[in-house]
């Protein structure tokens, strides 16, 4: 059974740092992607970053990019999220996601942690 389980959300003022980890258990996703994705209250859930297991290249939201730095650490089937410079546009539940390398593999997903920014 997959679990992801996020942690490091919580509330910060503008301006501020939050650092986001998922830790996944069950697979392995060293050679697949993780990232992450957010839902604002009201909103749809979109795409924040990820990185590709195959050689670590990066994608970024163009609202986030310059802020949030996505990282990962294959040993402990990890990947974080530096966010900073947060801004109130950035309070959202924010989820975890991953996918085994390969055609066809299903998407996993946290159950999301919350980022309240203040103003």
């Known amino acids: 059974q997959v679990q992801l389980v996020e942690s490091g959300g919580g509330l910060v003022q503008a301006g501020g740092s939050l650092r986001l980890s998922c830790a996944a258990s069950?697979?392995?996703?060293?050679?697949?992607?993780m990232g992450w994705y957010r839902q604002a209250p009201g909103k749809e859930r979109d795409f924040v970053a990820r990185i590709s297991g195959s050689d670590g290249t990066t994608y970024y939201a163009d609202s986030v990019k310059g802020r949030f730095t996505i990282s990962r650490d294959n040993a402990k089937n990890t990947v974080y999220l530096q966010m900073n410079s947060l801004k109130p546009e950035d309070t959202a539940i924010y989820y975890c996601n991953a996918r085994q390398a390969g055609i066809g593999r299903p998407d996993y997903w946290g159950q999301g942690t919350q980022v309240t920014v203040s103003s």
């Open positions: 069950g697979r392995t996703f060293s050679s697949g992607r």
